[in-house]
């Protein structure tokens, strides 16, 4: 039947008070869905670009969005077009048409004002009120040529909206089977890799490490079997740029990531052209996949997608979708940001939608805007299983971000809390440990399972967390031992002496020459600096000269609101660049603008006492200064 069959009769009969029919006002609900979504999703991914420079307080999306968004707006839209319906059965007075015109066209305006994200929402709305009042006045009056637009306009509407979500989706797939179908051969028995970063980690707070608490049983048996790095560094004390040295092996300085960068990620010029160890392995043969649930800055959006046939980042469940869209980040900023004692809470907590309750960091929610869901470990582990098993004919490269140690703290609802959890803060942290240890002992159960043996598992960390210390509590604002000390875990059954623990300061942007060593890759070897942390226990590399690792911590804006109250009092990356070297007994921090701290770590782990204006202090900064200079030259 066509649109204008319906609604034309409806030209004169609103006139005289008959209400349309629910058919049309659904095929018009259908029009003002498709329309005011695909100008949405176009919009977020243009926006959050446009803003980049607030990248941590924005929600993000990738180009799934261009279907999601207007399948969300057509339901909420066919909702609101059954009740305008139902309000005319009532009383056929009310012009349907027309009221429903203005109801659809004054949110459709909404959405694409505040989406910018540059606008009150006070603002949007009375714009919004003033386009819908002078819409509804247009179409009052040019009610045929309004019907036979819509009319004309509808099945292409659906087809580009249809052909949007097959071409993303099926495109997806294509890519993903033509980049595999073409992979070279792998060498018969290669091992898979395993890298898991468990954002947010202190290596203290691990029992393998000497924590008294029994926070990481399943961590301990992996360093029981494998090998275990006790002084490991990370490249900095936040997210972005540590990750972009785990893939490429390079330092801050060189890979030139320390912050999101506007339109990061177009090509391969990203990273400064240095390559990953995931383009590095797919040379070897392998499926690379990568799996995040740090979804603001472990992303291909901010260009650590290369060398990842497959990535996982956004969209893990339809809350996650939903909250994604700009009606979905409404209904989470009224809803989702409540109490326990809320009756919305209450009702969600009864429907079992815990997960729709369970809040990221991501988002402006501190800001009095929208948190989004949380993405724990149990679903990263159960998004890698279904990869792993499309395809079980070559080995596999995952790397996989677990995010369930960083703020807020503690396991999902319903997550049983461990003895020592009263709820204070280093509690609850603890509590993440253990509930990020639990998911990855049920991974590595799973995949013994299935079968799938064989292979590299290295642990490790992008940077601690200050938890107190310092004046400060969470990271990315200094580069004190409790920010970049991480755990570092190989294990490699039949190929790595057990049980090793080795206490040479290590950093582990080392990973990527490690992997490439271990599987005799030579060729790839000299794309990542090293050297291989296996070398460290090779007999024949005796009197090696290892190099002591660097921190680095570019000048940024993402500290935390809280953090930000010791500016002025510290040296932070507030108001300068920083950076620092790890020797076997020292550490020094150099900050832009305010100079250097020298602390003895072996002594005073937790660095209270700044030695830099001893007589000894002083003599061995300059020396530890030029070396660092000389190991950050470019």
């Not at 204008?4 to 629910?22: C, D, K, R, V």
Request: net charge neutral; glycine share 8%; hydrophobic share 40%.
């Amino acid at each position: 039947m066509k649109y204008s069959a319906i609604l034309s009769p409806e030209t004169q009969a609103e006139s005289s008070g008959a209400s349309a029919s629910a058919i049309s006002l659904l095929l018009l609900a259908t029009w003002f869905g498709i329309v005011t979504g695909l100008l949405e999703g176009a919009g977020l991914l243009i926006f959050q670009r446009i803003n980049w420079a607030q990248w941590g307080r924005v929600i993000h999306v990738s180009k799934q969005i261009l279907w999601i968004c207007p399948l969300v707006d057509s339901l909420f839209f066919l909702v609101l077009a059954l009740v305008v319906w139902s309000a005319s059965r009532l009383s056929t007075r009310i012009p349907s048409i027309r009221v429903l015109c203005f109801l659809l066209s004054c949110l459709a305006v909404y959405d694409w004002l505040t989406l910018t994200n540059r606008l009150y929402h006070r603002a949007s709305v009375l714009l919004a009120l003033g386009v819908a009042v002078a819409f509804t006045r247009w179409v009052g009056s040019h009610q045929p040529q309004a019907v036979r637009f819509w009319d004309k306009s509808m099945p292409w509407l659906v087809a580009f909206f249809l052909l949007a979500f097959a071409g993303i989706q099926s495109g997806k797939w294509l890519h993903e089977q033509r980049a595999v179908a073409n992979l070279p051969a792998a060498t018969p028995g290669s091992p898979n890799v395993l890298v898991i970063v468990i954002d947010t980690l202190r290596a203290d707070h691990l029992s393998s490490y000497g924590y008294g608490r029994p926070t990481s049983p399943q961590l301990d048996q992996l360093a029981k079997n494998g090998v275990l790095f006790q002084n490991a560094v990370a490249p900095c004390s936040w997210t972005l740029p540590s990750h972009a040295s785990l893939l490429t092996g390079r330092y801050p300085f060189e890979h030139g990531l320390k912050n999101v960068q506007p339109w990061l990620g177009w090509g391969q010029k990203n990273l400064n052209g240095f390559a990953t160890l995931g383009e590095a392995l797919q040379r070897s043969g392998y499926r690379t996949g990568a799996f995040s649930a740090n979804r603001i800055f472990f992303t291909g959006n901010v260009g650590l997608g290369r060398g990842f046939i497959h990535f996982e980042d956004y969209f893990d469940s339809p809350a996650d979708s939903f909250i994604r869209t700009l009606y979905g980040r409404e209904f989470a900023r009224f809803y989702l940001n409540r109490t326990e004692k809320s009756k919305v809470t209450r009702v969600f907590r009864f429907l079992g939608m815990n997960a729709w309750l369970d809040k990221d960091t991501e988002g402006s929610g501190d800001y009095g805007g929208a948190y989004a869901k949380r993405k724990r470990a149990h679903e990263v582990n159960q998004e890698l299983v279904q990869w792993i098993q499309r395809d079980r004919r070559r080995p596999f490269f995952a790397f996989l971000n677990y995010l369930d140690v960083h703020y807020a703290y503690g396991g999902p609802y319903g997550y049983p809390k461990p003895e020592w959890d009263h709820g204070t803060t280093i509690d609850e942290y603890d509590a993440g440990v253990k509930y990020a240890d639990d998911s990855f002992g049920r991974l590595l159960h799973e995949l013994e399972r299935r079968g799938v043996r064989n292979t590299l598992v290295i642990i490790t960390s992008d940077h601690g967390e200050s938890l107190g210390e310092h004046g400060m509590n969470y990271h990315g604002i200094s580069l004190y031992w409790n920010l970049i000390h991480v755990p570092l875990i190989i294990s490699y059954p039949g190929h790595l002496p057990p049980g090793l623990r080795v206490a040479t300061p290590v950093s582990n942007a080392a990973i990527p020459a490690t992997v490439m060593n271990l599987l005799g890759s030579g060729k790839d070897q000299k794309e990542f600096p090293g050297p291989a942390l296996n070398v460290l226990w090779d007999s024949s590399k005796t009197g090696l000269q290892w190099p002591d690792p660097v921190s680095q911590l570019g000048q940024n804006s993402v500290i935390n609101t809280q953090d930000r109250l010791v500016k002025g009092k510290i040296p932070t990356a507030a108001d300068g660049d920083m950076e620092s070297l790890v020797t076997s007994r020292w550490h020094l921090i150099i900050h832009q603008r305010s100079g250097e701290q020298l602390y003895d770590w072996t002594a005073d782990p937790g660095e209270s006492e700044d030695l830099i204006n001893t007589s000894e202090g002083r003599a061995t900064a300059l020396k530890l200064k030029a070396q660092l200079q000389a190991a950050t030259a470019h």
